[in-house]
């Protein structure tokens, strides 16, 4: 069985792992300046055979970042609104018309779904942009991101994971 995994991901509780927010434990065999640079060290470490199950990425110095994508207008809420209202009134307009009880294909839920859709999507994206009062006249996206990024691995095998980050290292810049 594969385990798609990620850095924020949740579901499923991997077997072994603590369910409540823990520290880390472990000895330090490299550090990162980006998540991507620690991320390849440790599919090196896969790469050569090494048990990364003894292996953890941890972001240190973490930081709130928002990214400012763009100025907000009534006529961007307004359209934005209407557009994800559309969208979900035409999943509920056919999923409708998919257990109508007509003969034929009947459009008219899809249509009412559709048009609904687009008028509470438009009138909700209103009142919450209205409530803003013209404070946050921007729309932006969050990320989190560390300042560096520690792999840490415990202590029966960190001497090796030193030795393979090393050779990883040496690899790259010579």
């Given at each position: 069985?594969?385990?798609?995994?990620?850095?924020?991901?949740?579901?499923?509780?991997a077997?072994?792992?603590?369910?409540?927010?823990?520290?880390?434990?472990?000895?330090?065999?490299?550090?990162?300046?980006?998540?991507?640079?620690?991320?390849?060290a440790?599919?090196?470490?896969?790469?050569?055979?090494?048990p990364?199950?003894?292996?953890?990425?941890?972001?240190?110095?973490?930081m709130?970042?928002?990214?400012?994508?763009?100025?907000?207008?009534w006529?961007?809420?307004?359209?934005?609104?209407?557009?994800?209202g559309?969208w979900?009134?035409?999943?509920?307009?056919?999923l409708?018309?998919?257990?109508?009880?007509?003969?034929q294909?009947?459009?008219?839920?899809?249509?009412?779904?559709?048009?609904?859709?687009?008028?509470?999507?438009?009138?909700?994206?209103a009142?919450?942009?209205?409530?803003?009062?013209g404070?946050?006249?921007?729309?932006?996206?969050?990320?989190?991101?560390?300042?560096?990024?520690?792999?840490?691995?415990?202590?029966?095998?960190?001497?090796?994971?030193?030795?393979?980050?090393?050779?990883?290292?040496?690899?790259?810049?010579?």
């Open positions: 069985m594969i385990i798609v995994t990620g850095p924020f991901m949740s579901g499923r509780q077997p072994g792992l603590p369910r409540l927010p823990t520290p880390p434990s472990g000895w330090p065999i490299g550090s990162y300046a980006t998540y991507e640079e620690a991320q390849r440790v599919d090196h470490l896969a790469d050569n055979e090494f990364v199950a003894d292996v953890t990425i941890v972001g240190v110095d973490l709130l970042v928002e990214r400012v994508i763009g100025k907000l207008s006529g961007k809420v307004l359209g934005t609104g209407a557009l994800s559309a979900f009134g035409l999943f509920v307009g056919l409708l018309s998919l257990f109508s009880n007509a003969e294909i009947s459009y008219a839920p899809v249509l009412v779904g559709l048009g609904a859709g687009v008028l509470f999507g438009a009138a909700f994206a009142m919450s942009y209205a409530s803003t009062r404070r946050r006249d921007f729309s932006s996206a969050s990320q989190l991101v560390a300042g560096r990024y520690d792999v840490l691995c415990q202590p029966r095998n960190a001497e090796k994971g030193r030795e393979l980050l090393a050779r990883l290292a040496m690899g790259s810049h010579g």
